[in-house]
């Protein structure tokens, strides 16, 4: 694919991780939003489309080679680098900012009491959907995705399915994406911009850190699966009914 058959941020996204970096940077959704075209988005944000698309383009050139082109490989190999990089992650981080999170409510809750508790509440709501959520990803839904691969494979019949087609229960994953994807925003705009305050101390920075990486690792995460996996495995599965 030329860049000029890129449209959507999700398709720019997917070309490259330097296309990523020039999203973040301009501030563009490619997650949750990554089916909106780059000119709409640029549009509802007073970006200038040309200019975007021309960095966007000379990222995507100037990059040597992808890692890991996940547009063709298995996917079996795409679930497995989910689940070993992005879950893995969540798993050990979230305990971790959990505890730098009420270091910092003890030491500095009286502070600003309104914002550090609201950041608390957002951040443990997000934890929760994202513990059950990574558990239905690894329960229920992979499995079948990774049985509907092969099937397709071996030129067989798809297995029978419990929830009719694959892309019922998609559908509540992207959902679950679009929430956890509020409560970054949230906690960003409670942290303003993950702005440290005058009397911040080592662990609060340490807090801004790894909510900053937390938001980027996220975002990479739902990208691999709303614009690579989900789209991939509803086409495979069209083709074989």
């Not at 490259?16 to 939003?33: H, M, P, Q, T, W």
């Not at 099937?151 to 679950?176: C, H, K, Q, Y």
């Not at 662990?203 to 996220?218: K, M, V």
Request: charged share 25%; net charge negative; with cysteine.
């Amino acid at each position: 694919m030329t860049t000029t058959e890129l449209h959507t941020v999700g398709d720019f996204a997917a070309a490259s991780l330097g296309a990523v970096r020039v999203l973040e940077k301009n501030g563009i959704d490619y997650c949750c939003g990554g089916r909106r075209t780059l000119e709409e988005v640029c549009a509802e944000q007073g970006l200038d489309a040309s200019e975007v698309r021309k960095q966007l383009e000379q990222a995507i050139t100037a990059e040597p080679s992808p890692q890991r082109d996940w547009a063709t490989a298995s996917l079996r190999e795409l679930i497995s680098h989910i689940v070993s990089t992005h879950h893995e992650y969540l798993k050990l981080e979230l305990p971790r900012l959990k505890q730098r999170l009420q270091k910092v409510l003890n030491a500095h809750g009286d502070k600003d009491p309104e914002t550090l508790q609201a950041l608390s509440r957002v951040f443990l709501g997000l934890w929760q959907e994202l513990d059950q959520h990574m558990h239905k990803e690894e329960m229920i839904l992979f499995p079948a995705i990774d049985r509907c691969e092969q099937a397709s494979r071996n030129g067989a019949p798809l297995p029978p399915s419990p929830f009719g087609s694959i892309a019922n229960p998609i559908a509540v994953m992207e959902r679950e994406h679009d929430s956890a994807g509020q409560a970054l925003h949230q906690m960003k705009e409670l942290t303003g911009g993950y702005t440290l305050p005058e009397y911040a101390c080592a662990t609060y920075r340490a807090l801004n850190d790894g909510l900053q990486e937390l938001e980027a690792d996220l975002h990479l995460h739902i990208h691999l699966e709303n614009n690579i996996l989900f789209p991939r495995v509803i086409e495979m599965e069209k083709a074989r009914r």
